[in-house]
Every structure is written in C-alpha cells, then in structure tokens.
C-alpha cells in the first residue's frame, strides 16, 4: 500500500484559519509572520494540513523510494508556542540561534513562545537562510 502524506495543500483561507486561532497574540503573531514569510520568500501562504501555514513547496525522495511534497518553510500558531520549520542544520544557524533570544528548537523547528520575545532582524535571516537552502537543496 503506497504512503500518502497527511500534510498536502488544502483550499482552506489562512485568514480564516488565523482568524479562529483562539489566542489574540498568537493571532497577532500569525499575522506578522505571515507578513515576514511572504516578504521573503515572494510566495503566496498556503494552509498545509489543518494548521500549518506554508509558503512554497519542494519534492523530496527518499533511498527507499517514498517520496512527496512538503512547503519549503512555515508555521503553525499552536497553543504552547509559534512552531516555526525553518531551520535547515546550516552551520550559521547556531550563531543566529545564540542572539535570537528565548526559544527551543528540535529536528527542524524553532519554538518561540512570542515574537517580541525573539530578535526580528535574527529571525528574518534565519527564514531568509532557510528559504534559500530549500531552493537551492531542491531546485530541479
């Protein structure tokens, strides 16, 4: 039986979606990410899944064969924190990371509690870095 992504593109509004996100600063935080992702990479937000807001995509394919298509970078306004799919294990990151201010991070994501919790000018280049890694690691 073949895989199939659970995450894919839907047609549901990232306005809408934010618009119900229960906490007002995690809306407001939403939008203003929305607002830096689209800036930076000049792509359109795509709801990805039911809660995951993306911005381009890549193909990947694994050694075993799987293969899909995922956003190249995104967010999603959860209740505990922005989750943000941004880091790519470049090795500047660790830099950056170091003045971002308060976060955690895991495989591939940055948590941030609040965004005036976080160095924007950091922030803007660790997306920045991250886009362009994707582009670059996936162009065809």
Request: glycine letters at 8%; hydrophobic letters at 35%; aromatic letters at 8%.
């Amino acid at each position: 039986m073949a895989y199939e992504a659970k995450t894919k593109p839907t047609k549901v509004s990232v306005a809408d979606f934010i618009e119900a996100v229960p906490h007002e600063g995690r809306r407001a935080d939403a939008k203003k990410l929305v607002k830096i992702m689209r800036e930076i990479t000049g792509e359109k937000p795509t709801m990805w899944g039911p809660s995951i807001i993306g911005f381009g995509s890549y193909t990947y394919k694994y050694e075993s064969g799987h293969s899909g298509t995922a956003c190249r970078i995104g967010f999603s306004p959860r209740a505990a924190n922005m989750v943000l799919y941004v880091l790519s294990g470049l090795k500047e990151e660790a830099a950056l990371l170091a003045k971002l201010g308060k976060h955690k991070t895991g495989k591939s994501c940055l948590y941030i509690g609040r965004l005036d919790s976080v160095d924007e000018a950091v922030l803007r280049q660790l997306i920045a870095n991250s886009d362009a890694h994707m582009r670059t690691k996936y162009s065809s």
